[in-house]
Each structure stands twice: as C-alpha cells, then as structure tokens.
C-alpha cells in the first residue's frame, strides 16, 4: 500500500526525525479540523446525510491525529528498565488504536444511514451547497494524503504510513459522497444514504486492516520470507561461521531485531568465538538498516533440542575431582581445557615441559588417563598436552 518514494529516507538516529513526524502530523490536525467543521455545517445546511458522515470520518481522523502525536512523542523515548528494547512499540499499540477508531466509526456511519434508507419517503432533498463541500473535501484529502505518505516513507514509520492512508480512503470516501449527493440531485432520492453506507464500510476495512497488521507484529510475527532469506546468507557468508541452525526476526514499530544460533569451530578459544558472534552482528546491522539488534548465539554444534545433553553432563568442579587422584602426582597443570561434544567431555591438560624429563612420570600419567577412560562412561578422550614456554608480546 505505497508509491515509489524516490527521496532519500531518514535514519533512524537522525535528530530531526521527530520533528518531521510531528510537523507532518500537525498539518493534518489543521487540515481536518477545517474539514470537520465545513463538512458537518454543510451536510447539516444541505439536508446530506452522506456528507455529515464523511464530516465524522474526518472528525475520526484528527482523534487519531492526536493520537499519533502521542505516540510519536513517547516512543522516541530511550531503553529504560521497565522496556529495555526501548519504547517504539507504542507506535505499534497507535496503529492498532487508529484501526479500532476507524471501524468503530464505520460501523455506527452503517447503521444510522441503514435506518435512514428505511424511510426514504421522509428525507428531504440535498442542496448543491453539499456537492461542492464534497468536492473540496476531495481535493485537500487527496493533497494530505500524498503529503504523509511521502513523509511516511522517508521515516520509514508505519504508523504516519497507516495515518496517511487513513488519508486516503478519506479522499475515496468523499468520492463517494460527491456521486451519491450528484445522484440526489439528479432524483435518485436514495443516492446519498447509500454513499453514507459505502462510506462507513469503506471505514470499517480499512480499521481491520490497520488493527489486523499492528497485531500481527505485537504477537511478535517474523520479518517476510525476503527479508529472513537475506538476513540468513548474510550469516552463513560471514568468515568463521560454520552453519545456521536457529534464526528468529520479529518486529517493533520500524525496527526490526534478530536472534541467531551459528556454530563455529568447537576447538577456538572463547575470545576467538565472542569475535565471529560481534563480526556476525555487525555485517546483519550494516546490510539491513533496519534491523535494530541482533543478538548471535555461538553454538559449537547442532543444538536443536537447545543442549538439553550437554546440561546433563558433570561441571567442571566434578570432572576436577574424579581427575584429582591422577593429577597428584604430576606437576601442577597450567590448566585443563573441557570441551562438551556430542553429549561427551573432552578433556584436555597442560603440563609444564619439565614434565617431559621424568619418562617414569609420563608414562605413569598416561596409563592413569587411559584408566580414567575406562571407568568413567561421560569421559570421551583425554590428552596430555606438554606447554612450551610463552613468549610474551610487548607491553600494552
């Protein structure tokens, strides 16, 4: 439901962008406060019901206006404690107000003009005065309606974009009252309730629609297939990821955020693995500028059942007692690396190079790991690794 907009969208950092969404939506708020009040005097002068009805669209109109610039002004609000992603979602709960306004207003613009077409015979005829305030209507909503798309668009805001077509389906329904109100005039006596009650079912789809989209994205409902798809090759191309097993998208209000698991090489160090996660975020961020956040998950295996085989395996303080007996009588170890695979432990110690000197040791070591393998079911491999010594780098 958009035009080709070809001027250059805003960040959504920029500084400026408030300003523009609340000088847009104050232009409509003079705008319909004058249709308004032409409307209803012209419709009520002009005995048209359908041009009163389409004065209380535009009356709908300037409530949601307000409502917008609430919205506007507290979603640019920062993270806090009580919403830490922030507070754009009330825009969100905007759009879905300004859809409920919207098709509570068609449906009582329906029922009053149902009961008029029940007694035509006591309607009086409409005046000419209401064609031209239809036709003027016309005109200015069809100007507002252009003017807030393309603001819409350069902020990329959903809820200026739904406003603006709010807009327009007030331009369409005034195109109706202006047939309706020229049937009238040529005789058709009915012609104006019946563009009365196209009007309010015009209102009513087009508040569902509204509605029906903010709700699918406060259920948390997944970026399009498109969208995912680019996202994904983005992650399977970045270096040092080894594959994608888990990709969640979801959006708030413009923005949009990201959860990835990726695996990566199980033997990396930590630091090693904290950087392809960073790498990962930041190629997503800068491909996608609409994605807000991107959290990545390293795995070092497929995990689709979320490691529920590794949480049953013993922590390291377990596995460092039952190794104790063994490690006793060797020097002490600059450490012992763990790696949790397949539902298994690896295990893996540094011993000084000293070490080496005493064959007796090394060897009685290595028969005491072999041992260890043998009694205990979770251990999968275990290996002797003898530290050289580290020369290290210049000073920071």
Request: charged share 20%.
């Amino acid at each position: 439901m958009s035009t080709r907009n070809e001027a250059a969208e805003v960040s959504f950092d920029d500084p400026n962008r408030h300003a523009m969404t609340q000088r847009c939506t104050w232009i409509s708020v003079v705008v319909n406060v004058f249709l308004t009040i032409a409307q209803v005097v012209a419709g009520i002068v002009a005995n048209s019901q359908a041009l009163v009805a389409d004065g209380m669209h535009s009356l709908s109109d300037l409530v949601c206006d307000f409502l917008v610039l609430f919205a506007a002004h507290h979603s640019k609000d920062p993270a806090d404690e009580s919403h830490p992603y922030g507070h754009a979602r009330i825009e969100t709960a905007a759009s879905f107000g300004l859809g409920a306004i919207l098709a509570a207003t068609g449906g009582a613009i329906i029922w009053s003009a149902g009961v008029k077409l029940q007694n035509l015979g006591d309607l009086p005829p409409v005046a000419p005065l209401a064609l031209w305030a239809a036709i003027i209507a016309l005109i200015a909503k069809e100007g507002l309606f252009r003017y807030m798309l393309h603001v819409g668009e350069r902020l990329r805001s959903p809820m200026l974009i739904a406003n603006a077509w709010h807009a327009r389906s007030d331009a369409a329904s005034s195109l109706v009252v202006a047939v309706g109100i020229g049937g009238n005039l040529m005789g058709f006596t009915f012609a104006d309730s019946v563009a009365a009650v196209i009007v309010g079912f015009m209102i009513v789809r087009m508040g569902v629609v509204f509605s029906w989209e903010a709700l699918q994205e406060l259920i948390d409902t997944g970026l399009s297939v498109e969208e995912v798809a680019g996202i994904r090759q983005v992650i399977i191309d970045t270096p040092g990821v080894g594959s994608l097993h888990e990709l969640r998208t979801r959006r708030m209000a413009h923005r949009s955020l990201v959860d990835a698991h990726v695996c990566v090489n199980p033997r990396i160090s930590v630091s090693e693995g904290h950087r392809i996660a960073e790498l990962t975020r930041q190629r997503i961020l800068d491909s996608h500028p609409a994605v807000s956040d991107v959290l990545v998950h390293v795995d070092v295996e497929d995990d689709l059942d979320h490691d529920s085989k590794s949480q049953k395996l013993p922590d390291r303080s377990e596995l460092m007692q039952y190794l104790t007996p063994v490690l006793a009588g060797l020097p002490k170890p600059h450490r012992v690396v763990l790696h949790y695979l397949k539902g298994r432990v690896e295990a893996e110690v540094f011993l000084p190079i000293d070490t080496l000197a005493d064959p007796a040791v090394v060897e009685r070591a290595e028969r005491d790991f072999a041992g260890c393998l043998r009694t205990h079911p979770l251990l999968r491999a275990l290996s002797i690794n003898y530290r050289q010594r580290v020369l290290p780098g210049p000073a920071d």
